[in-house]
């Protein structure tokens, strides 16, 4: 019999990044030597401290169901991070810990959109927001920014898109994919926008503490009460901690939408994993010394791979300020990024991202989070495809 399937599993487009990793997979298992640079994640193990604090967890029979919403200790070790960090008072209620960043940015989506609702998108966008908007039955509505402005929508823009169905503006600054961030004049300029027409944020900062050349984080939410009020923030541990498998994130919201989220979840996952939760408490409650010499490597991978971008044959590389990717601009090769990327996959081995799972068909995506041998290797081979191009 074929299967019925939901409106909701119709609307959703398979990963583009997917095919290219599985062909990088195959390669690798077929003994080629495939440089990636498609990687979402940092090369560095998580943290000895924050691993010693899980398998105490585990040793201690903490192993149970928790509170749906997370442990009371994490909720107010995360409201502390705010108030320290971010100049933010939160109570712990209006913290939801969640099953990964990408889990925090799905229970908002299902708690505040609907059909007929419209959600805005500055593209390049992280892969997920149209997707994730679509599964809630909303209407992603995609505002474009290119390297001519520095990959940052203008307020105009934001103003134009916004219409009675507006929901929400999806904020992502450092930004996955292009590594842009938004001064906080900028951010400023956006969060009053949303302010007067009625709009909530979703900002989602997950890589805050990523910056270069002297960049700032300000949260949308910190500008005043009401900017706060207006502002669900998004943030997790994947990134610079390194906990991507260990599936940590968390929202910090008005208590109304905390509540929802929290009720949707004790329906769904229920709670983030009690020992990786235990994790989660030390990461955010010890200094992240371990970031110094993270950074310290990324920044220089980033000036490389930047510099040998910018001398390649048909590229113009924007020089990001945050996360850990750079987005060159590939229009001058004559190739769209699905075709840049396959070819360069298949006559160099080299895997990058195309832009076109951005959003931006004229990019592809370069990770520098791998090792500066493998840079060095990728950007050789890459150099010597663009030249044959143009
Ligand atoms: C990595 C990432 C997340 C969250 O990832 P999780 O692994 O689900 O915690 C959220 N937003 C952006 C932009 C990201 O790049």
Redesign the pocket.
Same mark, same amino acid.
């Given at each position: 019999m074929k299967p019925h399937f939901s409106q909701r599993s119709e609307s959703i487009a398979p990963s583009v990044t997917l095919a290219i990793d599985a062909k990088a997979k195959e390669m690798k298992a077929e003994g080629i030597d495939v440089v990636g640079f498609g990687t979402?994640?940092p090369d560095f193990d998580t943290p000895d401290f924050i691993k010693d604090a899980a398998k105490q967890a585990l040793d201690e029979g903490f192993t149970k169901y928790t509170a749906a919403a997370g442990i009371p200790e994490l909720r107010q070790a995360i409201a502390d991070k705010f108030n320290r960090e971010n100049d933010l008072d939160y109570k712990p209620s209006q913290i939801v810990v969640n099953c /990964?960043?990408?889990?925090? !940015?799905f229970n908002v989506m299902m708690v505040l959109c609907e059909e007929g609702d419209e959600v805005i998108v500055p593209a390049p966008y992280?892969l997920?927001y149209p997707e994730i908007v679509k599964i809630a039955g909303a209407t992603p509505v995609v505002i474009e920014a290119g390297d001519e402005t520095d990959f940052k929508v203008t307020p105009d823009q934001l103003r134009d898109a916004i219409t009675d169905n507006t929901r929400l503006f999806i904020l992502?600054s450092p930004?996955?994919p292009t590594g842009a961030v938004y001064t906080p004049d900028e951010i400023k300029a956006l969060g009053d926008i949303c302010l007067e027409k009625n709009v909530l944020i979703m900002s989602?900062e997950?890589?805050e503490h990523l910056l270069y050349d002297g960049a700032v984080h300000k949260s949308v939410a910190s500008f005043s009460p009401e900017h706060q009020e207006n502002t669900i923030i !998004?943030h997790?541990?994947?990134?610079a901690w390194s906990m991507?498998g260990w599936?940590? /994130?968390f929202i910090a919201a008005p208590e109304a939408i905390a509540k929802k989220i929290s009720a949707l979840q004790s329906h769904s996952t229920s709670n983030p994993t009690s020992f990786a939760q235990k994790g989660g408490v030390v990461a955010l409650t010890e200094p992240m010394d371990h970031l110094e010499g993270w950074m310290k490597a990324f920044a220089e991978r980033r000036a490389y791979a930047h510099e040998r971008l910018t001398a390649m044959a048909g590229i113009t590389c924007y020089k990001s300020q945050g996360?850990f990717y750079l987005f060159p601009n590939i229009s001058g090769t004559g190739l769209k990024s699905s075709e840049f990327c396959e070819r360069l996959l298949e006559e160099e081995n080299v895997a990058a991202v195309p832009g076109l799972a951005f959003g931006a068909d004229d990019y592809v995506r370069i990770s520098y989070a791998t090792s500066m041998e493998q840079i060095v290797k990728g950007l050789d081979r890459m150099e010597r495809f663009c030249g044959q191009l143009v």
């Open positions: 979402g994640q /990964g960043g990408k889990h925090s !940015v992280w997920s992502n930004s996955n989602d997950i890589y !998004v997790g541990l994947a990134k991507t599936r940590l /994130g996360a």
